[in-house]
């Protein structure tokens, strides 16, 4: 009887399923900017109103403001998938394929991706310029600066700056949406994974966990240190008591 001849690793390589291959293409700083400038955005807006609020909605605010120094710093000197200049590369496209629109024979002659990529690098830089002025203005109005009796100008910009900065907002949210279902492929995933399946080489060769963790850290000390700084904290409590007899009624409604 012959004897069975051992396999090769060629032969168990084709023989074995083949795994989908992932590659790495968003490092853990540039996620971890992404979720917080988010959460930032999210609390100051729901806390704009009301003075019980008041100290939770600014330290929120600079704490946007801190996190946008931190990507600007990230996008000179950090990694090349991190910089700055792909976006503004992306949108210094923008001109020339505005002119393809033009000169194209047909509308499938035209690169609808690029044209969806420009969109995608417009929504972002343009939440990245508007914090500058959504901060600036919220610190002149924290601290009064031009304000007279019965006229709160200043307020009034940094209320138009914030509503504006919400609708870029959801119109990011609605381009992600819909050019994941056109694509059909989920392009929010890399902002939490950090990597995408398909071919091709990774572009981020370290991940840099330690610096994300410390930008963390610093977003969660700098609250800290305004909490012990403010005489009531960033939350009064009356707020927070307002806060939880409204979830009572609501129990007792349910009840």
Same mark, same amino acid.
């Given at each position: 009887?012959?004897?069975?001849?051992?396999?090769?690793?060629?032969?168990?390589?084709?023989?074995?399923?083949?795994?989908?291959?992932?590659?790495? *293409?968003?490092?853990?700083?540039?996620?971890?900017?992404?979720?917080?400038?988010?959460?930032?955005?999210?609390?100051?807006?729901?806390?704009?109103?009301?003075?019980?609020?008041?100290?939770?909605?600014?330290?929120?605010?600079?704490?946007?403001? #801190?996190?946008?120094? @931190?990507?600007?710093?990230?996008?000179?000197?950090?990694?090349?998938?991190?910089?700055?200049?792909?976006?503004?590369? !992306?949108?210094?496209?923008?001109?020339?394929?505005?002119?393809? /629109?033009?000169?194209?024979?047909?509308?499938?002659?035209?690169?609808?991706?690029?044209?969806?990529?420009?969109?995608?690098?417009?929504?972002?830089?343009?939440?990245?310029?508007?914090?500058?002025?959504?901060?600036?203005?919220?610190?002149?109005?924290? +601290?009064?600066? #031009?304000?007279?009796?019965?006229?709160?100008? /200043?307020?009034?910009?940094?209320?138009?700056?914030?509503?504006?900065?919400? @609708?870029?907002?959801?119109?990011?949210?609605?381009?992600?949406?819909?050019?994941?279902?056109?694509?059909? !492929?989920?392009?929010?995933?890399?902002?939490?994974?950090?990597? *995408?399946?398909?071919?091709?080489?990774?572009?981020?060769? !370290?991940?840099?966990?330690?610096?994300?963790?410390?930008?963390?850290?610093? *977003?969660?000390?700098?609250?800290?240190?305004?909490?012990?700084?403010?005489?009531?904290?960033?939350?009064?409590?009356?707020?927070?008591?307002?806060?939880?007899?409204? +979830?009572?009624?609501?129990?007792?409604?349910?009840?």
């Amino acid at each position: 009887m012959q004897a069975a001849t051992p396999m090769t690793s060629s032969t168990a390589a084709v023989a074995s399923p083949s795994r989908p291959t992932r590659r790495r *293409v968003t490092d853990a700083p540039t996620r971890m900017f992404h979720w917080l400038f988010a959460l930032c955005f999210l609390g100051a807006y729901l806390t704009a109103d009301g003075e019980s609020w008041r100290m939770l909605h600014v330290t929120l605010g600079y704490s946007m403001a #801190g996190l946008l120094g @931190f990507r600007v710093l990230y996008g000179l000197v950090g990694p090349r998938q991190a910089g700055l200049g792909l976006m503004w590369r !992306k949108l210094g496209s923008a001109p020339a394929w505005l002119r393809s /629109l033009r000169t194209a024979p047909s509308l499938s002659a035209i690169n609808w991706r690029q044209g969806q990529n420009l969109l995608m690098a417009l929504a972002v830089v343009a939440l990245l310029v508007l914090v500058v002025p959504l901060t600036l203005s919220g610190y002149a109005t924290f +601290n009064e600066w #031009g304000v007279f009796p019965g006229d709160d100008w /200043l307020g009034d910009i940094h209320e138009f700056l914030g509503e504006a900065f919400l @609708f870029v907002v959801l119109a990011h949210l609605a381009l992600i949406l819909g050019l994941s279902l056109l694509r059909r !492929k989920n392009l929010a995933s890399p902002m939490w994974t950090g990597s *995408v399946e398909g071919p091709g080489p990774s572009l981020v060769q !370290k991940n840099r966990a330690w610096l994300a963790t410390l930008l963390l850290l610093a *977003v969660l000390a700098y609250g800290a240190w305004e909490w012990q700084q403010s005489p009531n904290g960033l939350v009064t409590a009356q707020a927070l008591n307002s806060l939880i007899s409204g +979830n009572d009624r609501d129990h007792g409604d349910d009840d």
